[in-house]
């Protein structure tokens, strides 16, 4: 735990079902932190979802009541980023899957952050050295991956560059697991990493027997669970992840393969095009009562 003495204040970038989830779990295992967004409404929609997700944990018995209210007391939510990346000491950048935003926030933040400060992504398609050069610190600069639902999922996929020093290494995995998570060291950089690559397969198997007719995606998501024992079904999940965040990471991972089939399935796109992007708009694949 020696490697994390240097960690007291985390910033997330990004308040939305990952950035939320990363900084109410940083706060819980008692890290001051802020979630930073540029609209003052999409932080609003985050404490309160966050607080409904605590408030029904409680009355499950998960948690205690002080646990959560101290949670909450180490938890800020700001539209000043620069005023709060000044005083950090680890920044975790969950905004969106684009690398020319991405490049220019690292920028920002590099120019910010103070020197010790990491700047780690957690981007699981766009690898930290195609960010990495866009800071003066590319040895403080590595991808630490979470999985959606952050407050539920264990693992965390800490990926270094080939530039990335080991004590960066270090101190993100010592963070991910005093944030209670299970590393899963990735030793070269590869997008989609390990677990969405496996994912990916038979994301695209699903969607490929889907949109050739074979089967109706309720089906396939009743054979993912009742024949293989997986939680949710590949459609399931991608309304869990978000349409779009899926729909994104195909296009990224096109922009670093330029292979067409890494593009997104046309029956993604439809979704995509019609915004209907999974739990959180309460459309995609299914309909719910309301937007999660
Ligand atoms: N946020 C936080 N907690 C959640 C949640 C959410 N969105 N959804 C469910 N939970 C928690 C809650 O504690 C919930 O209990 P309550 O309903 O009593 O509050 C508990 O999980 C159980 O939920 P459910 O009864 O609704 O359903 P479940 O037993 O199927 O569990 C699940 C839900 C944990 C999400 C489970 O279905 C599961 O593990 N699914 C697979 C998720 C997965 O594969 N994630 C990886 C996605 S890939 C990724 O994240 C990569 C990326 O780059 C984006």
Not at 207 to 234: C, N, R, T, W
């Amino acid at each position: 735990m020696s490697a994390l003495t240097s960690v007291n204040h985390i910033t997330v970038i990004g308040s939305g079902t990952m950035g939320s989830q990363i900084g109410m779990v940083a706060a819980l295992s008692g890290f001051e932190t802020t979630i930073i967004d540029i609209a003052e409404d999409a932080l609003q929609r985050a404490r309160e979802q966050l607080e409904s997700r605590m408030a029904r944990d409680v009355e499950k018995g998960r948690r205690t009541q002080s646990e959560v209210d101290e949670a909450f007391t180490r938890l800020d939510f700001s539209t000043d980023r620069d005023a709060v990346v000044a005083g950090t000491d680890f920044v975790i950048e969950a905004a969106v899957e684009d690398l020319s935003i991405k490049r220019k926030l690292f920028a920002a933040l590099d120019q910010i952050a103070p020197p010790h400060a990491i700047l780690a992504t957690n981007s699981s398609n766009i690898v930290s050295s195609r960010i990495a050069d866009a800071t003066s610190r590319p040895e403080k600069v590595c991808n630490m991956h979470f999985f959606n639902p952050v407050l539920v999922m264990k693992a965390v996929e800490v990926v270094a560059h080939p530039g990335t020093s080991q004590d960066t290494v270090a101190i993100t995995a010592a963070l991910a697991e005093a944030m209670g998570k299970q590393v899963i060291h990735v030793h070269k950089e590869i997008p989609g990493f390990v677990a969405n690559r496996l994912l990916a397969a038979l994301r695209k198997e699903a969607l490929q027997l889907y949109s050739d007719g074979v089967v109706s995606f309720e089906d396939i998501d009743i054979a993912a669970k009742s024949a293989l024992g997986h939680p949710m079904g590949p459609f399931e999940l991608m309304d869990l992840v978000g349409i779009d965040v899926a729909y994104m990471i195909r296009l990224a991972e096109y922009e670093q393969t330029g292979d067409p089939e890494s593009l997104p399935n046309p029956e993604l796109k439809k979704l995509y095009d019609a915004g209907r992007f999974g739990r959180k708009s309460g459309q995609g694949w299914y309909t719910y009562a309301s937007a999660t």
